[in-house]
């Protein structure tokens, strides 16, 4: 499903914990344009639940995750 997915923006979070990927998250996308897809690349195992629940949350649409050397890549298309 997360493979070869194109995303426009990246925010980097490896190294950091609950709350902060969530924050980042949210004010990239509420940057980006309807259709972009962001990419979360984050460390801390919370994020798995936190991610999809914030998109569903605020309308947006999760598209899934792929996991990566040390760290797992989330993917999110704005609204």
Do not use: W
């Not at 984050?42 to 947006?60: C, E, I, Q, V």
């Amino acid at each position: 499903m997360s493979e070869n997915i194109r995303h426009d923006e990246t925010v980097d979070c490896r190294g950091l914990s609950r709350p902060i990927p969530i924050l980042k998250a949210k004010k990239a996308i509420s940057k980006m344009k309807s259709g972009q897809i962001l990419e979360v690349l984050s460390t801390d195992p919370g994020t798995k639940d936190d991610l999809p629940s914030f998109a569903d949350r605020l309308g947006h649409e999760y598209i899934g995750e792929k996991d990566d050397r040390g760290f797992t890549r989330y993917y999110i298309k704005a609204k």
